[in-house]
């Protein structure tokens, strides 16, 4: 097994292997303190699994959602759950 070291230097050579082929930038890491998902306003979907699925509570405020899949697997359904919540929060909401 790696010791701390071991597994630094690791992720180091890794990291300049894929800079090295895809150019500076092509990885981001987070520094100490720094939020993976900066506070984003969300609407919620109606499951508090989806919810905790996508991460930050919800579907992402003000931004074009696609939800796509095979027929009959619950499409709709979210969508107009999320029209709904919107809806109750005094907000405007398209089904396109």
């Known amino acids: 097994m790696l010791d701390q070291k071991?597994?630094?230097?690791a992720?180091?050579?890794?990291?300049?292997?894929?800079e090295k082929e895809f150019g500076k930038g092509a990885i981001?890491?987070?520094q100490d303190g720094q939020?993976?998902?900066p506070d984003v306003p969300?609407?919620?979907?109606g499951s508090i699994g989806?919810?905790?699925a996508l991460g930050i509570g919800?579907?992402?405020r003000g931004r074009i959602v696609e939800i796509f899949g095979p027929e009959s697997s619950g499409k709709t359904s979210l969508a107009l759950h999320a029209?709904?919540?919107?809806?109750a929060q005094g907000g405007v909401a398209a089904f396109i």
């Open 28 to 30: 981001m890491r987070l």
């Open 50 to 52: 989806l919810d905790v």
């Open 6 to 9: 071991d597994r630094q230097k």
């Open 11 to 18: 992720l180091e050579v890794a990291i300049a292997g894929v």
């Open 83 to 87: 029209i709904a919540s919107v809806q």
């Open 35 to 37: 939020k993976l998902h």
């Open 42 to 45: 969300v609407v919620p979907t």
């Open 58 to 60: 919800g579907y992402p």
